[in-house]
């Protein structure tokens, strides 16, 4: 059977990720007390509607503890995310990812049972001031405090050198886990193929070592 997921608030956030998922053929509910809202996305999802998700009743109405995944994606409103959220973790809806404002809101939402917070303006600037400091960053995913995956840009410093010769795990502590090239994502890279211009690597590694490859190579 197909996933169904609800979303709770058609902004920008909750918006996007309706389309996405409808595009991945998921069924979803979208929800918000802005009728505007509803009908902009009346057509995008499975079903639309009109409803306050701090009103308990309404919650359960819509039967909320069946769906596979909840998103709470209210923005400014803090307050009305975080009874949201509560009342979500109550009703025991299984997963439920939220969209945090700030660290403050964050805590809270981690305190009272969220399952995943994210923090998309925080995240996307993280990744973009890398790829600013360094045009050849492409992206930039933060697994954890000390741990990322970059995406680096093989430039003039690294063409026609294999992963052999660059050795960046016995000199930067990273693992290359894939290189991409025009469309082709090779998982298994050969550690004697040439690396040429334009190629893509896909880097595992502490930060510290991540920038010291970064700075050296890129
Ligand atoms: P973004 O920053 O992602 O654009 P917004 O703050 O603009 O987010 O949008 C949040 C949406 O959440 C708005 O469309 C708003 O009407 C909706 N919303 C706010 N509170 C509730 C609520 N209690 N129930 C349902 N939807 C809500």
Do not use: W
């Given at each position: 059977?197909?996933?169904?997921?609800?979303?709770?608030?058609?902004?920008?956030?909750?918006?996007?990720?309706?389309?996405?998922?409808?595009?991945?053929?998921?069924?979803?509910?979208?929800?918000?007390?802005?009728?505007?809202?509803?009908?902009?996305?009346?057509?995008?999802?499975?079903?639309?509607?009109?409803?306050?998700?701090?009103?308990?009743?309404?919650?359960?109405?819509?039967?909320?503890r069946?769906?596979?995944?909840?998103?709470?994606?209210?923005?400014?409103?803090?307050?009305?995310?975080?009874l949201?959220?509560?009342?979500?973790?109550?009703?025991?809806?299984?997963?439920?990812?939220?969209?945090?404002?700030?660290?403050?809101?964050?805590?809270?939402?981690?305190?009272?049972?969220?399952?995943?917070?994210?923090?998309?303006?925080?995240?996307?600037?993280?990744?973009?001031?890398?790829?600013?400091?360094s045009?050849?960053v492409?992206?930039?995913?933060?697994?954890?405090?000390?741990?990322?995956?970059?995406?680096?840009?093989?430039?003039?410093?690294?063409?026609?050198?294999?992963?052999?010769?660059?050795?960046?795990?016995?000199?930067?502590?990273?693992?290359?886990?894939?290189?991409?090239?025009?469309?082709?994502?090779?998982?298994?890279?050969?550690?004697?193929?040439?690396?040429?211009?334009?190629?893509?690597?896909?880097?595992?590694?502490?930060?510290?070592?991540?920038?010291?490859?970064?700075?050296?190579?890129?």
């Amino acid at each position: 059977m197909r996933k169904q997921f609800a979303v709770i608030g058609l902004g920008r956030f909750g918006g996007s990720i309706c389309q996405s998922l409808r595009k991945q053929g998921m069924e979803v509910l979208a929800i918000d007390t802005n009728e505007d809202k509803v009908n902009k996305f009346a057509n995008v999802v499975t079903h639309a509607v009109v409803a306050d998700s701090t009103d308990e009743n309404t919650l359960k109405s819509l039967g909320i503890r069946n769906f596979d995944h909840v998103i709470v994606a209210i923005g400014d409103n803090i307050q009305s995310s975080i009874l949201t959220t509560l009342l979500l973790v109550e009703e025991g809806v299984k997963h439920i990812t939220v969209k945090a404002q700030n660290d403050y809101h964050e805590k809270v939402l981690n305190k009272i049972g969220a399952h995943r917070v994210v923090h998309p303006e925080r995240d996307m600037g993280v990744r973009i001031a890398h790829n600013i400091v360094s045009k050849n960053v492409l992206d930039y995913l933060e697994l954890s405090d000390e741990y990322s995956i970059v995406e680096l840009m093989a430039g003039t410093s690294v063409s026609g050198k294999s992963l052999i010769e660059l050795n960046v795990r016995a000199k930067y502590g990273c693992n290359i886990m894939a290189v991409k090239r025009g469309d082709e994502i090779n998982v298994s890279p050969s550690a004697n193929e040439s690396l040429q211009i334009g190629d893509v690597l896909i880097v595992i590694g502490a930060d510290k070592d991540l920038t010291r490859l970064e700075h050296a190579l890129f």
